[in-house]
């Protein structure tokens, strides 16, 4: 793919192609996108430093034996509004018909808005295949508060939603009802015992001011104990040039202007939620809390749908194509 475009996705509404033109290449290697107001800092190429126990990315992992406790409504730091996750579909209840019949997808909200309360289990090291790392992390925030896992939770509860009604199946990681995590290996291990057709993790990123976007972290050939992603590499690239392409064209949103060279796309083999992966997976790092710019869009719940939707359509797409 060259630099600063996405492919021409289809999208399949009904059943029927629709071909979507997400983006045009201008002079210089400059990207420049559909929908986008192109008004990104400058590059500085660094990531801000966060927390101890609160690194820009760690990935995800597997279900929790016990059964779902009642979950008391959360107070969001930064507008003081109260929550409670959306309640599940009773056992009972008829699935939704739709063009995502048979499908399982799989959304892990990044972190846990409890993980500071548990330092030590959280930190704790544990197995990626290529090597070790924590269990979990905090995640980060915006100034004013709002934090990385409640975002990542919201946002997971649209896409959710939005999946339903089309048919699929889907499981999230963890739904607020946890005290801390789960670890990095559980998170990938429900996605494989899901025998998910994709799974997608939902992030927002903590670097410097000025760097702004988001972009897509798509896993990278590693082998190593339990890691092999040697079958997950291809179909986990489709996927993830899909959601790139359908978020920038539902949000309005930029590519990256500090990871990806402008493709908004980011491939690691360092997250133990990738390499340790059995099916289709991606993150997603939808924008930056700590620029001023991008805090704004990621703390407004009108932003968040168009978010949800366009890693949904994203998501779709790649399961009807």
Same mark, same amino acid.
Request: net charge neutral; hydrophobic share 35%; glycine share 14%.
């Given at each position: ?15 029927? %192609?629709?071909?979507?033109? &997400? ?36 990935? =995800?992992?597997?279900?929790?034996? #016990?059964? #779902? ?13 109260? @929550?409670?996750?959306?309640?599940? =579909?009773?056992?009972?209840? %008829? ?22 309360? +548990? ?9 990626? $295949? ?26 997971? @509860? ?10 699929? #199946?889907?499981? &999230?990681? @963890? *739904? ?26 939902? +992030? ?10 988001? +972009?897509?972290? &798509? ?35 930029? =590519? ?8 908004? &796309? ?6 133990? $939620? ?38 949904? *359509? ?8």
């Amino acid at each position: 793919m060259s630099k600063g475009s996405f492919p021409r996705v289809p999208r399949r509404l009904g059943g029927t %192609p629709l071909a979507v033109g &997400l983006a045009v290449l201008v002079p210089a290697g400059l990207a420049g996108w559909l929908l986008w107001d192109g008004d990104g800092g400058s590059d500085d190429g660094a990531k801000r430093p966060v927390a101890a126990s609160s690194s820009t990315r760690s990935s =995800p992992s597997a279900p929790h034996p #016990k059964p #779902k406790p009642t979950v008391e409504p959360t107070r969001s730091p930064a507008t003081g509004a109260t @929550h409670s996750p959306a309640a599940e =579909p009773s056992p009972g209840a %008829p699935a939704a018909t739709g063009p995502l019949s048979g499908k399982t997808v799989v959304v892990d909200p990044g972190h846990n808005i409890r993980n500071s309360r +548990h330092t030590a289990e959280i930190n704790r090291s544990v197995d990626i $295949g290529t090597g070790r790392k924590e269990c979990d992390t905090t995640g980060t925030s915006t100034d004013a508060g709002y934090a990385e896992a409640e975002f990542s939770l919201d946002v997971a @509860h649209r896409i959710r939603d939005i999946l339903r009604k089309q048919g699929a #199946k889907v499981t &999230l990681t @963890h *739904d607020g009802d946890r005290e801390w995590g789960p670890c990095v290996t559980e998170r990938a291990e429900i996605g494989n015992k899901a025998r998910a057709d994709a799974a997608v993790s939902v +992030h927002a990123d903590g670097s410097a001011v000025g760097n702004r976007g988001f +972009h897509v972290i &798509l896993p990278a050939q590693v082998k190593g104990g339990a890691a092999d992603t040697s079958r997950i590499v291809g179909p986990s690239k489709a996927l993830g040039e899909r959601i790139a392409g359908y978020f920038v064209r539902d949000t309005g949103s930029g =590519p990256s202007n500090y990871i990806g060279g402008g493709t908004g &796309l980011d491939t690691r083999g360092d997250l133990g $939620g990738l390499n340790l992966s059995t099916v289709p997976k991606v993150f997603i790092e939808c924008g930056n809390m700590r620029d001023p710019q991008d805090a704004g869009h990621l703390t407004d719940a009108d932003w968040r749908e168009k978010a949800a939707q366009g890693i949904a *359509d994203g998501i779709a797409d790649f399961l009807g194509g």
